[in-house]
């Protein structure tokens, strides 16, 4: 199903104002093993990297 284009502005309108973005760079070849694990574990690529991030966060902190 196509989605119109007014949706598709709709969506980037609300992702702007509800989303923060980031980008990541990985040596060539490991983005494979990365998004093929994070599907294994969390299903999608970017709650792999949320939770990547928030459990180094909580360690981090402890640690200090």
Excluded at 10 to 19: G, P, S
Excluded at 37 to 45: F, I
Aim: proline residues 2%; charged residues 40%.
């Amino acid at each position: 199903m196509a989605i119109s284009e007014a949706r598709q502005r709709a969506n980037a309108k609300y992702n702007k104002k509800a989303y923060d973005r980031l980008e990541m760079k990985v040596p060539k070849g490991e983005k494979e093993s990365i998004v093929a694990h994070a599907e294994k574990t969390d299903g999608t690529l970017n709650k792999f990297l949320n939770r990547a991030v928030r459990e180094t966060i909580e360690r981090d902190n402890v640690t200090e």
